[in-house]
């Protein structure tokens, strides 16, 4: 190994601390030191199943996602309602993709059912070991759905995950920025390995953050090809073109992930789709609309400033008319609960709107906000940690954050919501979900 002389030494170190100060100078915002990111290996053989993760499609089916090196493994999935028992198969489909060198394994999409509610299934993918198991959302209220964005994969990510998991849920909402692989398409393999004792016994719900884009000049020109060859979601049951946004019922909950790194403007297609879901909804069936999204139409966190406010011009109408219950975010590496707000006033009528990009991500915490609070702020805090909203009935709903330094008995913030449908001042009986309704046009 090669010495290097004092002065030289020196020189290093000189020019090594003046690049981290001109670094950090270039972030306009301050973040906890960053760790390191975990690799996490394949320890299967090949034709065993690797990254397996469940996803709602419909009310009763189910989707199973995995990856094999071994590009002969069937498509198939075995399930029952006791161990190793499996007296019902599915087939379904696979593809896999290339990214520059980097080849990807099989990655299989298998739709089962349909699933009886509350129920645990056991389940085998490809006829092969090991055997995995699942719990069905219930078929009504309550139901618990915990949300974290910004998940990535460091010790940060361990601890939210392990947190998680220490108390029971129902559905894991995700609003973006899953790997952080960033082109290294390993990263994404690890990441799968990495979730899925969490992802395989509950199903995983995720949109698109800007570490999914990983566009390349020529080989990836329009992005997401990891995020959208893995993380296949119920797009097209829910009447949409793209997988970057979708929507899906699960007991009286109408979740709506939008895409922040899809076109949104007027003209759009995913305008046009978000204007024709919301008209579906039936509010006397489902009376809570909950919408996610990766870059925060609110946000006063100096990290990411204004980086959702194009999208809240072309969007936030839409959501106002239709009474969207709350609005949960991430990018910014913080947590950030809002008062009900319609276009930057606080409005009884609007979404509660909330950023929970606290999950775990390489780059730190975003630890500065601005001074003096905005009243619109209710609470702020830029600690890793996760969200759980627990849809009590058709009128309740509780919602709390909980930091991973403390138990899950700990909540450090909480809130009761109710639902906009049982509101006298912002819903009528006759209230038209049309969009194009006089009633909607008048209020506004
Ligand atoms: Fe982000």
């Avoid at 799968?192 to 395989?200: C, D, I, K, N, Q």
């Avoid at 001042?425 to 194009?436: A, E, G, H, P, Y």
């Amino acid at each position: 190994m090669k010495k290097f002389s004092p002065r030289v030494l020196f020189v290093l170190l000189i020019t090594f601390f003046f690049l981290q100060v001109l670094l950090q100078a270039q972030d306009d915002f301050d973040r906890q030191p960053p760790r390191q990111v975990i690799f996490t290996p394949h320890d299967r053989s090949d034709s065993d199943p690797q990254q397996v993760h469940i996803s709602l499609v419909g009310k009763e089916h189910m989707r199973v996602s995995w990856i094999t090196d071994d590009k002969h493994v069937p498509s198939t999935v075995e399930y029952g309602k006791e161990p190793e028992v499996y007296n019902a198969k599915a087939t379904g489909q696979n593809t896999s993709y290339h990214y520059f060198l980097y080849s990807s394994g099989k990655i299989h999409h298998v739709t089962i059912g349909p699933l009886e509610p509350s129920t645990t299934y056991f389940y085998r993918c490809g006829g092969s070991s090991p055997e995995f198991s699942f719990k069905t959302p219930p078929p009504s209220f309550p139901i618990e759905f915990v949300v974290v964005g910004d998940l990535g994969q460091t010790e940060w990510t361990r601890s939210t995950l392990a947190h998680v998991g220490s108390k029971d849920y129902d559905v894991f909402l995700l609003p973006g920025d899953l790997s952080y692989a960033d082109t290294l398409q390993p990263l994404w393999d690890s990441f799968g390995r990495m979730v899925e004792p969490y992802a395989s016994q509950r199903p995983w719900m995720v949109t698109e953050g800007n570490h999914e884009i990983e566009t390349l000049p020529f080989l990836s020109r329009h992005g997401f090809k990891a995020y959208n060859s893995r993380w296949l979601m119920p797009y097209a049951e829910s009447g949409s073109t793209s997988n970057l946004y979708y929507s899906f019922q699960v007991s009286g909950t109408h979740i709506i992930m939008l895409g922040s790194y899809a076109e949104f403007e007027a003209e759009s297609d995913q305008y046009k789709w978000l204007v024709n879901d919301l008209a579906k909804v039936d509010r006397k069936k489902t009376p809570w609309i909950v919408v996610l999204l990766h870059a925060p139409w609110y946000n006063t966190n100096t990290a990411h400033q204004g980086e959702g406010e194009s999208m809240r011009k072309a969007m936030e109408d839409l959501l106002y008319k239709s009474r969207v219950d709350v609005v949960f975010a991430g990018h910014v590496h913080a947590y950030e609960r809002f008062t009900r707000i319609f276009n930057n006033e606080a409005d009884p009528c609007g979404p509660v709107y909330v950023t929970i990009g606290d999950g775990g991500n390489r780059e730190g915490l975003a630890l500065t906000f601005k001074k003096p609070a905005s009243p619109l702020s209710l609470y702020r805090e830029p600690t890793f940690g996760h969200g759980r909203l627990r849809v009590v009935n058709e009128t309740h709903a509780h919602w709390s954050w909980h930091r991973n330094n403390d138990s899950n008995a700990v909540v450090a913030d909480e809130v009761w919501l109710q639902s906009l449908t049982t509101s006298k001042t912002c819903w009528r009986d006759d209230f038209d979900q049309n969009l194009s309704s006089p009633h909607l046009k008048d209020e506004l």
